[in-house]
């Protein structure tokens, strides 16, 4: 398995790779709605972004993380983040997350077009698995998950510890390589609809 840095785009967004020239504008998209940052594992608005940043850039070059710019194609601006982490070549697995935006860019086709997206691009460079987890204490993007088509696996307890200091317990989702077509073929549907 071997997942190529490369832009990814459809007819609703362009995943931008970072780069230095994007910094600026992913600082912006991630700037705001301070409460939705308060349960994340690390924080990437205000005075966190430089950090953040930065450890983002050396995953990229570690070659275990790809972060994304997410820039809406209708008016191109920057709308938030998200990435294909956890890069394990040898298992073939993946995960895909890391992902905030904007409060106006949620609800809508950007979620579903980046998801469809980045597993496109994961199981077409050869991953059997991918994971999605998020926070046990966040219905919301369970129940995003679960829309995604992926399967719930469980909790695990205590597995990380948020930048606020609260042992987190995960929800753990993923898709097979065998499951992706039904997937994809739910995921276009949603996006027929926009």
Known sequence: MQIATTVLEDRFVRLEPFTDALRDEVRVALDCDPAAWEIMVTAAHGEHFDGWW??????MRA?????????RLSDGV????????????????????????????????????CKCLLL?????????????????????SQAAILKLGAKAEGVLRRHKITWKGRARDT???????DEWPTARDRLDHRLAGF
Request: some cysteine; glycine content about 10%.
């Open 54 to 59: 930065a450890s983002a850039l050396a995953a």
């Open 63 to 71: 070659g275990t993380r790809i972060a994304y710019a997410v820039r």
């Open 78 to 113: 920057i709308v938030g983040t998200t990435s294909i982490y956890e890069i394990n070549p040898a298992y073939r697995r993946c995960e895909i997350g890391s992902t905030f935006y904007r409060p106006e860019a949620r609800g809508g086709p950007i979620n579903p077009a």
């Open 120 to 140: 496109g691009h994961a199981f077409g460079s050869g991953a059997i698995r991918v994971e999605i987890i998020t926070d046990a204490i966040n219905p919301q």
């Open 171 to 177: 929800a753990v989702f993923s898709i097979l390589d």
